[in-house]
């Protein structure tokens, strides 16, 4: 995986927001913060917050003494995320690695990422810096993408863009659904020292009102824009080509699934 699958800047976060957020990942945050909140943390550290689409519902649902701070990679996600909080509401924002984490050893009840961990170019460390940070009894809340078969969009925009750059296609689209080997993740988890370990698919439907709104997400509110720029493709035409592609092979319904992971630590 390049580095440059984790580049989230420019004008990518609110075109992610806007685009992408109701389409893919407001249903899948609605799950995860259930879940959280059903673990009554006092503290939790929420990884590649991203422009907030979980934070928010976090916020929401935990107690209103939980301590939630949101970090990020890329500061321009965050930004886009703190607007989406009053002042006087408990959230503090940090830029962190996830591989790297700028925090002390046992200072969370809880660990919670909304599809980030498939970004992260050493997932071992990761886990370490996870469990390291987290107390005794404490809990790491993951989702991450299934395959391209179980979330046909991401092959239709994959296949789309092959089309324009057949020689040297964009390979985003293989970074965040390329991460979704339950026995790898468990024992990658168990490694790192997480105890218990359970994995659930969770299939989500949404709905797809506009196939312009949701092609100017796919290609317009990730990476793969920069990857369209750099062979000095039209990002304009390019997205037209994926809202005709989505329209024809997916219609007005768009099936989602993913894995939902919980490690505990002892
Ligand atoms: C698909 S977005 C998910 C954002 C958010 N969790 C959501 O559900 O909308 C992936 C996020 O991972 C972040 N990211 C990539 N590599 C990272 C790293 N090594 N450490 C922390 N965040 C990272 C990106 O900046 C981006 O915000």
Redesign the pocket.
């Known amino acids: 995986m390049t580095n440059d ?4 800047r420019g004008s990518i ?1 609110v075109n ?2 806007r685009y ?2 109701p389409h893919i ?1 407001d249903g ?2 609605d799950d995860l913060a259930r879940r959280v909140a059903a673990l009554n943390p006092r503290s939790v550290l ?9 934070s928010r519902k976090l916020r929401d649902a935990l107690a209103k003494q939980c301590e939630l701070i949101a ?4 500061p321009p ?1 965050l930004e886009v995320a703190k607007a989406k909080f009053r002042s006087g509401e408990s959230v503090r924002f940090r830029e ?4 790297n984490l700028a925090f002390d050893d046992g200072s969370f009840d809880l660990i919670v ?4 961990v ?4 050493d997932k071992h460390r ?1 886990y370490s810096e996870a469990h390291r940070v987290l107390r005794s009894g404490g809990s790491y809340l993951f989702n991450v993408w299934d395959s391209w078969e179980r979330n046909p969009f991401a092959r239709a925009v994959h296949q789309t863009v092959e089309s324009f750059f057949p020689g040297n296609p964009p390979g985003f689209y293989k970074v ?1 659904f390329g991460y979704h080997d339950a026995r790898e993740i468990e024992e990658s988890l168990s490694q790192a020292g997480f105890s218990r370990v359970s994995i659930e698919r969770v299939a989500v439907d949404s709905l797809i009102p506009s196939p312009r709104d949701f092609a100017q997400g796919l290609v317009f509110g ?1 990476p793969l824009y920069d990857e369209v720029v750099t062979r000095g493709g039209d990002p304009q035409e390019v997205c037209a080509a994926v809202a005709t592609a989505i329209d024809r092979e997916l219609g007005s319904e768009l099936h989602l699934q993913a894995l939902v992971v919980h490690a505990a630590r002892n």
Do not use: R, V
């Not at 962190?96 to 591989?99: L, P, S």
């Open positions: 699958a984790a580049k989230f976060p992610y927001d992408l957020g990942f899948y945050a929420e990884l590649a917050a991203g422009t907030g689409i979980l970090s990020d990679l890329n996600m962190t690695d996830a591989t990422c909304q599809f980030g498939m970004f992260f170019p990761s965040p990730n």
